[in-house]
């Protein structure tokens, strides 16, 4: 691939990126903590600094998200998550399990009711379950997930749980968006978001 092609292939994907969005708006409590960084300089801002805006082929984002496609990948993350754990291969329990949460997403009418281990803070829990009451095909904003818990006050900490969810589907913070409707962060990228809500609005 050509220097050309290249640079207009990482402008395309940073420009379509929800954290160029935020850097774009000088967002000062984004939805989730990250930095963007400028190759040629190697300097790293917040997305709420007054700084000049990077090329988009020239700027990147700072955070840790396993790529939802790459297999070794999300068994690092699941390695990293869980170091003294021996990961070994599936049997036919853990088969039925990955069959019905596989079923689930291409028919989220049939729900999901899985035993799930929630590891979190005090509060991040309480953000968890309330996500699982939101039905399939309505969205919920971080600040009705808020009222919802209690604290109308902590719609930042609420995002900030969604971000730390390790649980996709079964805990559906993909079904969280913004005020005005539009897409948020998501720990797994934003198309598999849209591809989750698209899928959920139809069934």
Not at 50 to 77: C, I
């Amino acid at each position: 691939m050509s220097t050309s092609a290249k640079n207009t292939r990482i402008a395309t994907i940073t420009e379509n990126d929800p954290h160029r969005a935020t850097v774009v708006a000088r967002d000062p409590q984004p939805p989730w903590e990250f930095y963007y960084s400028v190759t040629t300089t190697g300097v790293y801002c917040r997305p709420s600094r007054a700084a000049r805006f990077p090329k988009p082929e020239k700027s990147g984002v700072n955070f840790n998200s396993p790529s939802y496609d790459d297999p070794g990948s999300l068994a690092r993350d699941l390695q990293d998550q869980f170091p003294r754990a021996n990961l070994t291969g599936g049997n036919a329990s853990f088969e039925r399990l990955a069959a019905k949460v596989a079923g689930f997403v291409d028919a989220p009418a049939l729900g999901l009711d899985l035993p799930l281990d929630v590891r979190g803070t005090a509060f991040q829990p309480r953000v968890w379950q309330s996500l699982r009451k939101i039905p399939v095909g309505p969205t919920a904003g971080y600040m009705d997930i808020a009222k919802l818990i209690g604290s109308p006050k902590w719609v930042r900490a609420v995002a900030q749980a969604c971000g730390a969810n390790a649980l996709a589907v079964a805990i559906p913070c993909h079904r969280v968006v913004r005020s005005h409707g539009t897409l948020s962060g998501y720990r797994w990228g934003v198309e598999p978001k849209r591809a989750l809500l698209h899928k959920e609005a139809h069934a």
